[in-house]
C-alpha cells in the first residue's frame, strides 16, 4: 500500500508528501502537451499549538559540566545494565501499551506547516519510524519526454 502521510509514533506530528508541479501535466488524451516530472516535498504538521516546532534551531551555547557524586564504589556501564537488565524487563511487562491519543489544533494549523529539508524527489510512501526517524520510498526519477 503507498501512503502519502503517516502520524508519528507519539501523535504530535503528521509527515506528509505534496507536490506543486502538477499544474504542468495536461490531461491524459491531449497529445500536443509535454509530459512534465512531478515530484514531491516532504512537509510535517505540528498538531497541537503548544508543542514546540521539530525543526527549531539549538542553541550553540556551552552547558555547564555537572559534578560528579563520588561514590564508595563506580559501577563501570557493563555492571550497571547488568544491574538494571532485570528491572527494565519487569517494568515492560507489567504496563500494557496505551493507543497514542492524537489531538488536533485546528485553528491556525495552516501555520504550524513546515518543509522538511529534504530534497523534492519522487517519493512514492513514507512512513515514520521512532521519534526522528522518517522513512521515505523514492521511486525512479520521473523523465520528460514529448507524446
Excluded: C
Aim: neutral net charge; glycine residues 6%.
Amino acid at each position: 500500500m503507498t501512503r502519502f502521510a503517516d502520524f508519528d509514533k507519539e501523535g504530535k506530528y503528521l509527515y506528509f508528501t505534496a507536490s506543486t508541479d502538477v499544474a504542468l501535466s495536461t490531461g491524459w488524451l491531449d497529445m500536443s502537451g509535454l509530459s512534465r516530472p512531478v515530484t514531491r516535498s516532504v512537509y510535517v504538521m505540528v498538531l497541537k499549538k503548544d508543542l514546540p516546532s521539530p525543526l527549531a534551531p539549538e542553541s550553540d551555547e556551552e552547558k555547564p559540566e555537572e559534578k560528579k557524586i563520588e561514590t564508595g564504589k563506580e559501577k563501570t556501564g557493563k555492571e550497571e545494565a547488568a544491574a538494571n537488565k532485570g528491572t527494565d524487563k519487569d517494568k515492560d511487562k507489567e504496563k500494557p501499551k496505551e493507543p497514542v491519543k492524537v489531538e488536533i489544533d485546528f485553528e491556525n494549523i495552516s501555520q504550524r506547516i513546515l518543509a522538511l529539508p529534504i530534497p523534492a524527489r519522487n517519493y512514492q510512501g513514507l512512513a515514520a519510524g521512532k521519534t526522528g526517524v522518517l522513512f521515505l520510498v523514492e521511486g525512479p526519477p520521473n523523465r520528460s519526454h514529448r507524446l
